[in-house]
């Protein structure tokens, strides 16, 4: 083993569901905001502590956990019209590249990877915030990012949509996405 892969320390870090939050919000009638989350994931980090920008990510999200608060939105969402749940069961996120992280509470920087919805994997960029790191009351350790993007769900083939009346459509294709992870330090 060289010196240098010997100095490199990698660090696991699995999210934790229930300090974790993934949203969604789309205009419905092009004037009101609708916001759903995905509330079943699972996923990890690998921290590259001595170059942050060679960490990496893997998420999978349950998409029938999909919630608006709606059950008839929530099954029109779940059906063939759009995420077809019952074929393709999971949303996947795995970066590719991360580019200006920094271990310092604050820092912005960016994550390139491969949304997959569907059948369908598109790169997308998310807006990255280091939130900070911290020990529990149970002497684990934890990490916290917040993240932001936008898609165009056309994009991985959910197109449903209803012509208004007065203009415009009953659905966005915009969807702005807004991530909160909270991971433990892996034993």
């Known amino acids: 083993m060289s010196t240098a892969a010997a100095d490199t320390k990698v660090s696991t870090w699995n999210i934790d569901p229930a ?11 092009m004037i009101t905001t609708v ?8 996923g990890s980090i690998e921290v590259n502590e001595s170059n942050p920008n060679a960490s990496h990510t893997e998420v999978a999200m349950e998409a029938k956990s999909l919630d608006t608060r709606n059950e008839q939105r929530d099954q ?5 019209d759009f995420l077809d749940v019952e074929k393709w069961t999971h949303i996947t996120f795995r970066s590719k ?11 912005q920087f960016k994550v390139v990877g491969d949304l ?3 059948d369908v994997t598109k790169e997308i960029t ?7 790191r911290g020990k529990d009351p149970w002497g684990g350790e934890r990490v916290s990012f917040s993240a932001d993007t936008k898609i165009d769900r056309r ?5 449903w949509n209803a012509a208004l009346e007065t203009g415009g459509v ?3 294709n915009e969807i702005k996405i807004h991530i909160d992870v909270q991971a433990v330090k892996a034993s």
């Not at 029109?76 to 063939?80: A, D, E, K, T, W």
């Not at 590249?97 to 820092?107: F, L, N, S, W």
């Not at 994009?155 to 197109?159: A, N, P, Q, R, Y």
């Open 126 to 132: 998310l807006d990255v915030t280091y939130e900070g």
């Open 19 to 29: 300090h974790t939050t993934i949203e969604f919000s789309a205009k419905h009638m």
């Open 35 to 42: 916001r759903g989350r995905i509330a079943d994931l699972r």
């Open 170 to 172: 009953l659905v966005s």
């Open 97 to 107: 590249k991360v580019d200006g992280a920094r271990a310092r509470e604050g820092t």
């Open 116 to 118: 997959t919805i569907k």
């Open 76 to 80: 029109h969402l779940r059906s063939g």
């Open 155 to 159: 994009e991985w083939g959910l197109t």
